[in-house]
Each structure stands twice: as structure tokens, then as C-alpha cells.
């Protein structure tokens, strides 16, 4: 059964040779959907016959949002962490801990709707592609369970068991664990493996003993790199080939030059730097020195408790002087990249029919109008799921 959409004011299809300017924009368009992939793209006036038709009534439309990087595998909370940070404390990494103790604490069926609750918000604001991590288990058999569980929710999903060592733990026998029998539990629920490469958290030597140990599992690798301070994270993840290094807040030019000569993407986080007031990484500085950058939410419950991809690209518009195609393109190919996916991020014949229908009449608006709840419709796998 195919699928006319008409009606749309302005076509996003993120790639640029099939219309205007770095975002592929096609006016007065639509779109023809067959067997939960896009089979053609064009002017409206142009358009083939199929069964069924919807009208995007003047909106604009866009690829669905690819949010490469999210915890969502969690319980309790952690706001009056916030309201501290807002009163002027520092983030502190080990507030992991207290959501490590309440997600041990709490039943499959919590950490189920915690996540189903998460996953269901995000859609809503058109992300169609969620990347999980696990990481507030910390113990096999809560890394495994919550690996288990974001897989009912995504294929992307991310072993994280070296996020901070556990209240109690001896750091180097948390690092074979993690790198051992924890894994070996987790491996078969995850396709990627992560790990917090940070002082106070996994040094280099660490990571590396745990992302190798991960590889010859056939994971692949993403790291949480440079988000306090400087460090070795970046560099660890361009010599592993790992497909992203995330937060990218702090970095020397040596690992620019590292990111710019690699196929590691750098996955900025602005949520982060709203939410722990840290300054912004510098966008602008990675993007002119030919990085392919992506942004994402971090959604979790200490540093960045929002799923919402529209305010990642207004932040990376408005605070990380991101141009809207950049952010536009960072949050959806650039995701996908990330992700080291090619069948989304993008409207193009041959890719998943994931997109937004916006109440709106250009994508710039989710820039232009921040916190609005512009997305009207989101179809996954051409199916209407809002
Ligand atoms: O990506 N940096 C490490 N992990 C998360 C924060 C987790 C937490 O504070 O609970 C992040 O920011
Ligand atoms: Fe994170």
C-alpha cells in the first residue's frame, strides 16, 4: 500500500542533491511512501499516483530526529541535584551513585515504564531513532538487566557498565569486571559499548582495556570524552575507531586535528551545558576544521534531564552559533552517522520513512521558536505513531 504526502510547504531531505542549500530543501512537495520506505521525493506538481494519500496541510517536513546518545534505563530522582547546581554547585559525576542505588532498588517493571515514558516523550518531538545506554546497574547483573530492557525499546542500544566505579568497588577489579564477566553478560543485548573516560571516572588505560575487550565482542565503540576537562577521551576514541566521541566540551588541538583526520564523529551535547551551566563546546571550531559533528540529548537524570532534539538544535543555534541547517543536519544525518546508519537521517528514495510533520512552515522555526511544540506528526517506518 503506498502513500502519497502532499501538502508540504518545505521539504527537509538532508541531502543536498536533492534540492536547495546544505539541507536538500524542495518547495510546494511531497513525498511517496511504499513498503515503510520513501520511494520518491519532489515537487508536488510532479507527483505519482498511490493508494492513499495525507496531507501535511502547509507544515514543513523533515527527517525523523537519530538522538545517538541517551540513558534512559533509570529510576528515582535527582532535582534537587539540579536546583543545588542552579544555586550555584558544580555538576559532580558521582551523583551517578545515587541513581545507581535507586535503579538497583527498583523492579524490571519501573525501569520498563520509566523507559517506555522516555522513549514515548521523545518521539513525540520527533526522534524516530533512540540510542540507550545502560550504566546505572553497575553490577552484572543490573547491566545485563538493563540492557535487556533498552533492547525492547531500540536496536541501538549501548553497554555502559564503566560509567563511574560503584560505592564500595576496588577501581581495578571494577575494570576486569567490566571488561570481563559483566560484559560477556551484556554483549549479547548490545551493539555498542561506551565508557566515561574522565578523571573521576575510567583513565585511558582503563578505557582502553574495556572498549578492546568489547571489540572482540563485536561491539562497536563510542566513548564519553573531554565533558570536565581536558583529557585523553578524544584521542582514545579516534585510535580505537570508535564511531563517536560524545560531549567533546574541552579539547586541545591536537584533538581537533585527531577528530578532523578520523571517521569518529563528534556528538556535542548542549542539553549538558544548560543544565550544569558549563560552557558550550565550540562548535564552530570543530565544524571549520572539517569534523563531522553530531548533537543529541544525553538524556539522563543528573546532567541533562530532557529528551527534546527541537531545543538541541535551537541550543546548537543559539549557543553554539551552529547555523539551522548545521543543527538541522547534526541532529538527523549527522545522529545517523554517529550511529553508523545509512538508512536514516536523511528522505531519500531508499530510506526509512521516518519523519516529522511540523506545525510550522519551515524547519528555521524549530530554531526561531524555542520550547513551542511545533511537531504535529511523526510517521515511523511510514506508519503514523503521533
Ligand atoms: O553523559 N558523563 C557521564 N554520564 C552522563 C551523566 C550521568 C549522570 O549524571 O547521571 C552524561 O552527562
Ligand atoms: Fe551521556
Redo the contacts with the bound molecule.
Sequence with gaps: MSLLLDGIAELTTCDPSLGEGPTGVVRDAALVIDGGKVAWVGTADSAPAADERLSAEGGAVLPGFVDS?A?LI?AGD?SAEFAARMAGES?Q?G??RT?VAATRAATDETLRANAARHVAEALRQGTTTLEIKS??GLSTVDESRSLRIAREFTAETTYLGA?VVPAGADPADYVALAAGEMLDACAPYAKWADV?C?RG?FDADAARAILTAAAKHGLGLRV?AN?LGEGPGVRLAVELGAASA??CTFLSDADVDALASSSTVATL?PG?EFSTRQPYPDARRLIDAGVSVAIAS?C?????YTSSMPLMVALAVREMRMTVPEAILAATVGGAKALRRTDVGRLVPGSRADLSILDAPSALHLAYRPGVPLVRRVLRGGEVVV
Design positions: 546518545h540513558h533509570f535527582r555538576y559525576a551523583g551517578i541513581t550504566g546505572y560509567h566515561f574522565e571516572a564519553h565533558q560524545d560531549h551535547l549538558v544525553d539522563n537524570p543528573g546532567s541533562c
